[in-house]
């Protein structure tokens, strides 16, 4: 089975705070996806990988940045929290056939 | 803009009903479109479906796409408490390692 994990299930951050999110994959899998989800809005992209040390924007980038330095690992880094960043944060990994597996969210509350 | 639309975004049933949730997508390089069923934490895989009016089954969920009129539904017979849950709607494109998911909808199976 694959195995996506978030490194929390909840944060609270105050406004102004670097945030970092850390979502690690057991299958070799090369793409990584961040994803926010709020209500009503589905599922956005903010970033993904196809590779070590590759990186693509998404559909809402900003304000987030991203990391990916081993392949197992994709980390979302917000250089500045903002309460308009209060979101779940869902990672993904795939091998690239379409279906995506992924982490349990971090619900975070930015204050 | 590549688009995904699910519809209704909300929907209240009681045990036993049947409910069909339905995604209509507007996009370029169309290649496959997939369910997820989201309840408290991580989506989980449903259906891949990639060429038109072959029903994929699952128990009592089913699931059956049309390219030419750009749509998919889900039926879901005899409902449970169990059945409760976000369910998204996700389109996979060709050249892309990126999916584009729908709104969600939000089914409640009252007992």
């Known amino acids: 089975d694959v195995k996506v994990t978030q490194s929390s299930r909840y944060l609270v951050k105050r406004t102004g705070e670097k945030v970092f999110l850390e979502c690690v994959q057991d299958m070799d899998h090369e793409n990584m996806f961040w994803y926010r989800q709020d209500p009503g809005l589905g599922l956005r992209l903010i970033y993904f990988?196809?590779?070590?040390?590759?990186?693509e924007k998404g559909d809402i980038p900003e304000g987030y940045s991203v990391s990916r330095e081993k392949k197992e690992r994709f980390s979302l880094i917000l250089e500045s929290a903002s309460t308009n960043q209060t979101s779940m944060y869902l990672c993904?990994?795939?091998?690239?056939?379409?279906?995506?597996?992924f982490g349990p969210g971090t619900r975070l509350l930015v204050l | 803009e590549d688009k995904v639309v699910q519809s209704p975004l909300s929907l209240v049933v009681h045990e036993g009903d049947t409910v069909t949730l339905n995604c209509s997508y507007e996009v370029t390089n169309f290649r496959s479109l997939l369910w997820y069923k989201q309840e408290k934490k991580a989506p989980t895989f449903l259906f891949m479906l990639t060429s038109s009016g072959i029903e994929k089954k699952s128990g009592r969920l089913s699931s059956i796409l049309d390219k030419k009129e750009l749509f998919s539904i889900l039926n879901i017979t005899a409902t449970q408490t169990g059945d409760s849950a976000i369910y998204l709607c996700a389109v996979d494109l060709q050249g892309a390692q990126k999916l584009v998911f729908g709104q969600g909808t939000r089914l409640t199976i009252n007992p």
């Open positions: 993904a990994s795939s091998s690239g056939q379409g279906t995506q597996y």
């Open positions: 990988s196809y590779d070590v040390k590759m990186k």
